[in-house]
């Protein structure tokens, strides 16, 4: 029995985080959202190469496909591999067969020309004709002036901007900051901490969340514009459906499926085409929210393109051999953990 849907979109991804799971134990335990950062996130993205993004971004495509996502919304940040950094993930994506719109988050952690150099990688790419939102990591490292640069270009490029907001503590100035200049085309990342709505669309990632300890962010308080993303812990969808239906049951009994549903196929407004993708699940009511929200592993079985082509068969990619990815992604992630211990 199976049953068959439109292809998933993942709202927020971090392709270039795929090679971090079983990474070396950081020198300090992180205690706080601000230490999980430093002691894992900024220590990871500073070793990264683009052969590095390259297998990264090459294996989460295809877990995302195997998953029946087939549009990613991502966000990247490689601060010694700036330039050309967004044509590798896109390439990567292509190759599998999986939609993908990127965006480089930029910042000034590493100073004033980091920023720079980050905004320039998003209007390269855009201008030249690749699908994208101006990337920022976040207000909290960013100046004004950064913002207002990183805004102004998302309104000459025509597209939004992807901004993690008042994801923990360090960043609750971010709604304050960010009034004024935020868009409807906007994708606000968690917003865990944001107390009065900005103008956009909220991505909320609640496996991340959890895993952060930084609270429950009640999406449901922003009404009709939240979807759903995994920021960067694979994509499987109807997985992080569950969790986000679930999540929103410990906070409230009476929540329904179908709200966490709705958040779901809003992924469809960031990616539109992929409503016209078609996933075979392993399941007969794999399109049904109350069933889905309580049968863990449905798997996808089959994946064909809006355009007719199969990407997924039997649950194996077909453009890409399956065993030759993982086998570089683990080589890859061998070399990144010795450069980072
Ligand atoms: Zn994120």
Redesign the pocket.
Known sequence: MSSTTSGMVCG???LYSTLARGMPAPPTRPVDFRSILEQIWWRLDVELDLETIRWSAMLGAVEALMSGTTGIVD?HESPNAIEGSLDVIADACAEVGVRVVCSY?VTERHGVDGGRRGLAENERFIRAGGRGMVGVHAAFTCSDGLLDDAAGLARDLGVGMHI?VA?GPDDRDAGRRLRGIAAPDWLL??CVGLEEPLPGRI?H?PR?NMNNAVGYARPARFGESVVL?T??IGSDMLEEFRLAYVAHRSDDVTASPETAWAWLTNGHDLIPECRDDSVTWSYDMADSAWHVAFTPGVRALRVESATGEVLLDNGRPTRVDLAEVRAKAAEAAQNLFRRLS
Request: glycine share 20%.
């Open positions: 927020h991804h971090h966000h988050g993690h994801e990342v968690h991505a990632n991340s993303g920021d960067g």
